[in-house]
């Protein structure tokens, strides 16, 4: 029975051998193969890493020193399998595609890419990794990105300044603190030339709180009449202007989807990036809600832009400012072409109300009076609660507290309603403009029906006013009462009817302002040779001039550009390119 059992089993052996033994192979062969496919996707992966490595290796060097050009031969990554290349070509011999080149001094411009493709003030940097056999390339466009959210002055051009009637150029430290913070204007224009001037117009009146400078020969500033707390300085050192490739910005978003427009009303551009093809011109308002508009050609908006998002444009850009009182708004405009920045014209539009009518004007009157007076007894934002707020309050908005002796009540709510904002886009935006500082004037409980938190939180959240002094008031919030103190004080009691644009505008053209508008944040103006000369309202302005007429402000705030320095900082990558 043994023997029977014995045999049994050495023949189910003799039959599985076979089978076992191509199992054992199977496996081998599945084994190596799988170590091979590790090893490929190891050398892609580290070779990506690689590449990156080298990127960064290379913006080290060039931060450095902008004139960098010897680059890598196969440099070996330190502890790991792999190196990278970076081969420059400053025009040498016929461009390779894995050809880097430094166009920092603006004398090299062209590249494998074409004539023209490396803006002065970048370089194009190819890198070339390699790991076990596998190459990878990386190609990115590199610059002084960072430049632009370190400026420290509100007004900087490469060519003239020309400043006429009623013009303010001032700074603050942040929207939340009113500490005085320099106002400097410089122009880089050079040579014996009128760089920088006032014109009084007539009882008019010029303040710069800074220094302003030309880096023209003596003489070449003539602000007199005018006040420069700062002094002026002529044959100064030309300051950095960041270079921006605003075209290839554009371009690198074509794949974006289009903006929903709303003709007549508000066309929002929500969290994303958003591309016109063409021309965009806007017969109604534009809100920016945290998204990036880019725009091939021209740019129009015949409303008001508000909200927090950056606008590139490939041509000229034409807007107007904006009628909210917004302490959030950020908006980011580069413009390849002219930027006119233009007001309603709301002043003219009030005195012709108080014209038309005595208690027109005396509302008028009592408003004016009433913001100028919070002003002064907000003292800085340090102020101390009390009924006397509401009562001045009471002029302009609404609350349950009477009126100081002879002045009327909710004065900017009964001139609101004597305008007729269907009759024309100047009326609409001073409709709007009126009704948004009444609303801020007024009481939480009697007027919205909500607690002084509620208003509070609402503008933490959405940048509304409605019942923020209230708000401050009640609460004691110091840290309110200094945001309420410096909105207050963007409302020029004597420009009731002034829009504002809230932000930066950097742009290749020319910059012209009129018709009461304030900047609140600065203007970066750098003719790169692009643009050519432009006549605006019978004025002939050039690329890289700047020109604020009567009833332009610009206030400088330091906290939307904190990280400090002046512009020419920090490298960083101004556009990948696809390999």
């Known amino acids: 029975m043994k023997r029977e059992c014995r045999g049994y089993i050495l023949g189910v052996l003799l039959v599985l051998l076979p089978i076992l033994t191509m199992m054992m192979i199977g496996l081998f062969v599945v084994l190596r193969g799988g170590h091979g496919s590790s090893n490929s996707y190891y050398a892609r992966t580290a070779s990506l890493f690689a590449a ?90 590199v610059g002084d990105t960072a430049s632009l959210s370190m400026l420290d002055l509100p007004l900087l051009t490469t060519g003239r300044i020309r400043l006429q009637g009623d ?24 040579g014996t030339v009128n760089a920088i001037e006032w014109l009084d117009t007539g009882g008019t009146s010029l303040h710069i709180d800074g220094n302003v400078s030309a880096s023209a020969n003596p003489g070449s500033i003539n602000l007199a009449g005018g006040v420069v707390t700062g002094g002026t300085t002529e044959n100064a050192a030309p300051r950095a202007v960041p270079p921006l490739d605003i075209p290839s910005e554009i371009a690198a978003k074509s794949s974006s989807p289009s903006p929903t427009v709303v003709p007549g009303g508000v066309t929002v551009v929500g969290t994303g990036d958003y591309y016109v093809p063409g021309n965009l011109d806007l017969t109604g308002d534009l809100d920016l809600q945290g998204g990036n508009l880019y725009v091939q050609g021209e740019l129009t908006v015949h409303g008001t832009v508000s909200g927090t998002g950056s606008v590139y444009v490939g041509s000229h850009t034409k807007i107007h400012g904006n009628a909210d009182i917004n302490g959030q708004d950020n908006i980011a405009l580069y413009s390849k072409g002219n930027v006119e920045l233009r007001g309603f014209d709301g002043d003219v539009i009030l005195d012709s109300l108080a014209l038309s009518s005595p208690a027109a004007a005396k509302e008028l009157a009592d408003g004016k009076w009433a913001i100028s007076e919070m002003a002064v007894m907000m003292n800085n934002g340090s102020w101390t609660p009390g009924g006397i707020y509401d009562t001045v309050s009471q002029v302009l908005g609404e609350h349950l507290t009477g009126t100081p002796a002879g002045r009327d009540p909710s004065t900017m709510f009964r001139l609101r309603d004597r305008l007729n904002p269907s009759a024309s886009t100047a009326q609409r935006f001073l409709h709007k403009r009126l009704d948004n500082i009444g609303r801020m004037f007024s009481g939480n409980s009697n007027y919205f029906g909500q607690s002084d938190a509620t208003a509070r939180d609402n503008f933490t959240n ?38 504002n644009f809230q932000g930066l505008v950097y742009t290749n053209g020319s910059f012209y302002s009129a018709n009461q508008i304030t900047v609140v944040g600065a203007v970066v103006v750098n003719n790169d040779g692009s643009q050519s000369s432009s006549v605006i309202d019978g004025i002939t302005v050039n690329p890289g001039d700047l020109f604020m007429n009567s009833g332009s402000k610009v206030t400088f705030v330091q906290d939307f550009f904190d990280d400090g320095g002046g512009a020419g900082g920090q490298l960083g990558v101004v556009l990948w390119m696809g390999r």
């Open 462 to 499: 959405n940048g509304d006013t409605s019942g923020l002094v209230d708000a401050a008031n009640d609460l004691n919030d110091s840290a309110l009462m200094q945001l309420v103190y410096n909105l207050t004080s963007t409302l020029d009691f004597d420009s009731l009817g002034s829009a």
């Open 167 to 190: 013009v303010r150029v001032d700074g603050i430290t942040a929207l939340n603190d009113s500490t005085s913070v320099d106002g400097d204007v410089q122009s880089n224009l050079t």
């Open 52 to 141: 990156e490595a080298g990127l960064v290796d290379a913006m080290g060097v060039l931060q450095a020193n902008r004139a960098w050009v010897s680059g890598f031969t196969q440099k070996p990554m330190k502890d790991v399998r792999g190196s990278y290349t970076v081969r420059f070509n400053q025009g040498a011999g016929p461009f390779q595609a894995d050809d880097s080149v430094n166009n920092f001094d603006g004398a090299h411009p062209n590249s494998f890419r074409g004539n023209n493709t490396v803006p002065a003030g970048t370089a194009l940097l190819v890198v070339v990794a390699r790991v076990s056999g596998v190459e990878r390339r990386l190609e990115a466009l």
